[in-house]
């Protein structure tokens, strides 16, 4: 258990759908991250919060919705998905922003877009 | 932009025998971290390197960071059945911009042969 619970574990939507990928951290962190997780490919880091403020959107396309309505939650909204972004989204977080800080991953949820 | 190469992609290696996966930098970077994935698992912090030439070790892991502090390696000696997963690096960049932001190897995929 890593105090990074994210639901649900796995999911399969179709292209018109909306669905919503939720993250809880119990750790007291400052920082939460989105994550993408492709086969063979390097992580890709989509969204960064710090303290409930969005600082980072990696050229993220606008069908993915972060929102971070205090520091323990984070959610990843989904609409109009392309087959391409099936992948293991990650939530992490960590103490704060800035270098020396490790990040705790939740389980991820697996994505399959149909 | 930054970026962190990791080779190799997969390695396979009889139980008993040794495991190294090496990590370069197109840029000097300011620390580096390291995790482990198993198998339908999330990313879990090892370490972190900050010193230009540092060398760690946690049990028969070694993890060292080059004097340019460019590249980096984790060496596995007599890898055992619970050694299986893959093994990222992760770098924060040197430069002002997004100097939180940890920039990720692609990962080497440590498979034991039966």
């Known amino acids: 258990e890593t105090g990074v619970t994210q639901t649900p574990r796995h999911l399969v939507m179709g292209m018109t759908n909306k669905k919503s990928l939720k993250c809880e951290q119990h750790l007291g962190h400052n920082a939460m991250y989105w994550y993408k997780q492709s086969a063979k490919k390097p992580l890709e880091l989509m969204f960064v919060y710090s303290l409930e403020e969005r600082v980072e959107n990696n050229s993220v396309p606008s069908r993915f919705s972060p929102e971070c309505p205090n520091s323990s939650h984070l959610f990843l909204h989904l609409h109009t998905l392309q087959p391409e972004d099936s992948a293991l989204y990650l939530c992490?977080?960590?103490?704060?922003?800035?270098?020396?800080?490790?990040?705790?991953f939740g389980q991820g949820t697996r994505l399959t877009v149909v | 932009g930054q970026q962190v190469m990791q080779i190799p992609q997969y390695q396979h290696v009889q139980e008993g025998e040794d495991f190294t996966t090496y990590c370069n930098s197109s840029?000097?970077?300011?620390?580096i971290q390291w995790y482990k994935q198993r198998p339908g698992g999330h990313p879990v912090f090892l370490i972190q390197?900050?010193?230009s030439g540092e060398v760690k070790k946690q049990k028969r892991l070694t993890f060292q960071f080059g004097e340019a502090k460019k590249n980096s390696s984790l060496h596995i000696t007599a890898t055992q059945t619970t050694d299986v997963g893959t093994y990222f690096c992760?770098?924060?960049?040197?430069?002002?911009?997004?100097?939180?932001?940890?920039?990720w190897g692609a990962g080497t995929k440590l498979i034991i042969k039966p």
């Open positions: 390197l900050v010193k």
């Open positions: 992490a977080s960590s103490q704060d922003l800035g270098e020396g800080t490790e990040a705790f």
């Open positions: 840029t000097t970077l300011s620390n």
């Open positions: 992760a770098g924060i960049g040197g430069s002002l911009h997004s100097n939180y932001q940890l920039i």
